[in-house]
């Protein structure tokens, strides 16, 4: 059975740091993108920040550009999100989905994931 599992998420001061995990079970990431997205309150969904298996490609949302990084842990399997400098507008329940043979050409397209996640909720309030 394919899983995807987040972690992570927590209540957190502006300013503070954060790091989601997204751990895949049932099958390797070798040939997926694993993209992260977030749904605020009352808006809708939207695309946070991407990483290729197959490439190495990366791709950010320009509100997050400079203080999230996405990365791989090939051994664990887990695609992991490292939020810096955080804001009250990165509020929201945190997503990760995975993408056969996707080289995160744009952070918009969630209609190739096939794959999510449970959501993880992120809090930034002081």
């Known amino acids: 059975q394919l899983q995807l599992v987040e972690s992570g998420g927590d209540l957190v001061q502006p300013g503070g740091s954060l790091r989601l995990s997204c751990a895949a079970s049932g099958f390797t990431l070798d040939y997926f993108a694993i993209g992260w997205f977030r749904q605020a309150p009352g808006k809708e969904r939207e695309g946070v920040s991407c990483f290729s298996s197959r490439s190495g490609s990366t791709n950010y949302a320009d509100s997050v550009k400079g203080r999230f990084t996405i990365s791989r842990d090939s051994a664990k399997n887990t695609v992991y999100l490292q939020m810096n400098s955080l804001r009250p507008e990165d509020t929201g329940v945190y997503y990760c989905?995975?993408?056969?043979?996707?080289?995160?050409?744009?952070?918009?397209?969630?209609?190739?994931?096939?794959?999510w996640g449970q959501g993880t909720q992120v809090t930034v309030s002081s």
């Open positions: 989905a995975a993408a056969l043979h996707y080289y995160c050409s744009s952070l918009s397209k969630e209609g190739v994931f096939d794959y």
